[in-house]
Structure formats: C-alpha cells, structure tokens
C-alpha cells in the first residue's frame, strides 16, 4: 500500500511539474502558518507604532524645551539691553505667555554682585548684577524647566 502511495506521488509530481503551477497537496501554507505568521506581523507592528509614539512625543518635547530656551534667551537679551542700571525694571519679576496652547512661566530675578558655584556674594559695591531667568512649563501632567543667567557689569 505504501508502495503505490509513493508511485502516486511520483506521478502527480512529475504531472505538476510538466504542467506548471499545480499544487500538491503537501504544497502551500496551511491555518497554523498563516496564524503564527500573523501573530508574528501584529507583534511587529505594534513595536513599530509604540517606537512611533515614543517619537513623536520626543519630538514635541523638544519643540516645547526650544520654545522655552527662545524665551528665556529673549529675556536676557532684554536685560543686558536695559544695561546696568535698568537690568533691575527692564523684566516683570514673573510672567505667563502662552505659545501653542502651552503656558510658559517665566521668573525672574536679578541679584547684586557675582555668583559662583558654591556661593552667591551680594554686595552691591562690585558693580556687576546677575540676572537669572526661569522658565517653566507642564505637558502631561509633568513640569519642565529651562534656566539660564547672565551678568552685567556696571
């Protein structure tokens, strides 16, 4: 019986061959491939759209952090234009601006004398203000802040 099972084999085999395209019954994908093939292409895909959003919210916490350095730095350029002795008034010591419906907190403050890293000397006899500039912001129910300070010598 295994015998003639072979021979039939044979047969359709060389039969297909010559005749292009027919397919044995060996031949093809059946249900479990076609399952675990589409499994394997979810899990895939699912790391690719995770990787996505990873990405896309990177890319706008960058916006936002490029946003806050651009203010912060227009506000030190708008101290070290007052000079010396308008450095003090030029800015309001904290201020809200909304950009792209985010609000930017910005602080303020300007301190007599220079800062080092471990102490802060602040007698007004050395001619020179610090100017520290804050600025904040929340997304996602995390806040970000840039800083950023300047002197100005009298």
Same mark, same amino acid.
């Given at each position: 019986?295994?015998?003639?099972?072979?021979? =039939?084999?044979?047969?359709?085999? *060389?039969?297909?061959?010559?005749?292009?395209?027919?397919?044995?019954?060996?031949? #093809?994908?059946?249900?479990?491939?076609?399952?675990?093939?589409?499994?394997?292409?979810?899990?895939?895909?699912?790391?690719?759209?995770?990787?996505?959003?990873?990405? *896309?919210?990177?890319? *706008?916490?960058?916006?936002?952090?490029?946003?806050?350095?651009?203010?912060?730095?227009?506000?030190?350029?708008?101290?070290?234009?007052?000079?010396?002795? #308008?450095?003090?008034?030029?800015?309001?010591?904290?201020?809200?601006?909304?950009?792209?419906? =985010?609000? &930017?907190?910005?602080? &303020?403050?300007?301190?007599?004398?220079?800062?080092?890293?471990?102490?802060?000397?602040?007698?007004?006899?050395?001619?020179?203000?610090?100017?520290?500039?804050?600025?904040?912001?929340?997304?996602?129910?995390?806040? &970000?802040?840039?800083?950023?300070?300047?002197?100005?010598?009298?």
């Amino acid at each position: 019986m295994n015998k003639r099972m072979g021979e =039939i084999k044979k047969t359709l085999s *060389l039969r297909c061959k010559a005749e292009q395209g027919c397919m044995l019954p060996e031949d #093809g994908f059946g249900l479990i491939e076609v399952v675990v093939a589409a499994l394997i292409l979810l899990i895939f895909a699912i790391m690719l759209l995770s990787a996505n959003i990873t990405s *896309l919210s990177m890319s *706008l916490l960058a916006k936002e952090r490029a946003t806050a350095t651009s203010i912060m730095t227009a506000t030190i350029a708008q101290a070290e234009a007052a000079g010396y002795n #308008g450095a003090p008034s030029a800015v309001a010591s904290s201020s809200k601006q909304t950009i792209s419906d =985010i609000t &930017y907190t910005i602080s &303020y403050s300007v301190t007599s004398g220079s800062s080092s890293s471990s102490t802060t000397t602040t007698t007004s006899s050395t001619g020179l203000y610090t100017v520290s500039v804050n600025v904040s912001w929340q997304n996602d129910g995390a806040t &970000y802040s840039v800083n950023g300070a300047t002197q100005i010598a009298q």
